[in-house]
């Protein structure tokens, strides 16, 4: 069962996304923490666009230096042509920013961002993927870190969180001594939105839910 976050113990308003990204012997690795499905973005796709959703929702997607789109670059190779659409776009819950900065402003064919590896935490041999701004003299300053983290509850409302930047080892939580706070909360930039629920030394940037309620 995913794992979900509750204000005030009674409303859902985040849930752990089932999407990590990591890199591995210089291998863009994009995971499904549930199927454990992997899918590799090719050195040529390491670039980043927005683009704006027909819902009014605004993603992060995959493309080359020309902005054209991964999935719907490769959809004839067929080592990509099955892949699911799941994996076409980064969700903003999926990427820890140092630095608030408007997507809107950022709509546009061509890339505003490229992936890089990042450092490696001791106990793990996942490297993680910093993003960093696009600029004519090529690397900007960082703008984010994409996350690769998952969490699951049991039939007993327990949270088993994974944080594969760090370890591959499970750690277990009682949602009663799980304190969840929200922070930069801004209604007119909704790029801003994010949450921190701490627990010990540990952060956790779940995906947003329920923003109608705040």
Request: net charge neutral; hydrophobic share 35%.
């Given at each position: ?75 004839y190779d067929p080592q ?122 540990i952060i956790i940037h ?9």
């Amino acid at each position: 069962m995913n794992a979900n976050f509750k204000l005030n113990k009674a409303i859902n308003i985040a849930t752990l996304p089932k999407i990590g990204y990591h890199m591995f012997n210089d291998e863009f690795v994009v995971r499904n923490q549930i199927t454990k499905e992997e899918v590799e973005i090719p050195r040529d796709f390491r670039y980043l666009k927005v683009i704006k959703l027909n819902d009014g929702d605004y993603k992060l997607t995959f493309c080359n230096i020309l902005g054209n789109e991964f999935l719907e670059h490769k959809k004839y190779d067929p080592q990509y042509s099955v892949v699911s659409d799941e994996y076409k776009f980064v969700n903003l819950g999926s990427v820890k920013k140092p630095h608030n900065f408007n997507l809107k402003e950022c709509v546009g064919h061509t890339p505003k961002f490229f992936a890089a590896e990042g450092s490696v935490e001791p106990g793990s041999q996942n490297h993680v993927i910093d993003l960093f701004g696009l600029v004519k003299s090529g690397k900007g300053r960082k703008v984010g870190t994409l996350i690769d983290e998952f969490g699951c509850s049991d039939n007993q409302n327990k949270l088993h969180y994974y944080n594969y930047h760090k370890s591959a080892e499970v750690n277990t939580y009682d949602p009663e001594n799980f304190g969840v706070k929200m922070i930069n909360l801004d209604v007119s930039r909704i790029d801003k939105f994010y949450l921190i629920a701490e627990q010990g030394n540990i952060i956790i940037h779940p995906i947003l839910e329920n923003l109608d309620i705040l």
